[in-house]
């Protein structure tokens, strides 16, 4: 969230053009609108709200075009975790831009939703935050698939502590005992 402020000023001390993908057009309209009254020096290169499906690959080739032939520095893409993400893996390829993703930190800074209190925010909570002002269309993100990645992040962990792995770096520890000092067997 606080990024996105700081990006935006760097963008007009360094004169660099950039290009908003995702959002609502309402969302869009009003971001244009903040944008054009307190950053009146930002060099907007185009914006752009995709409509709320799947694109076709013509849909995504012509995206490209539209983002490429508009000199954009860099492409904030505002359409949510892990949707972003997915879209922005797709056309690393294809955009030739620097591309971030942003979330729902757009809304948040041009004034449309409140962020969390300061305590929260520093207190790394602004997720508790959001999951209690929009239960319904957080709780799935926040605590069924978080928590699948923290289980599957639990038992990657645990891979590195198991005695077959011990027992590996025990060996490697013996092979580098009786290799002269100049070829050290090195692992991270």
Sequence with gaps: MSMLPMLIKKAVEENLSVYFYGGSPELIIQ?????????????????????????????KSAVAININSSGANI???????????QWMAEMK????S?????????????????RAPKWMQKGSLEWLYRLILEPKRLFKRYMITNSVFLWLLVLEKMKFISPQYRAALEDMNKIEAIKPENEKIYIS
């Design 93 to 96: 390829d294809k955009v030739q």
């Design 75 to 85: 492409v904030f893409v505002a359409l949510g975790c892990p949707k972003q993400e």
């Design 98 to 114: 620097v591309m971030i993703g942003i979330g729902g930190a757009l809304p948040v800074f041009i004034g449309l939703q409140k």
């Design 31 to 59: 971001a244009k609108s903040f944008l054009n009254t307190n950053y009146p020096l930002l060099n907007i290169a185009g914006i752009y709200s995709p409509p709320f499906r799947y694109l076709t690959e013509a849909e």
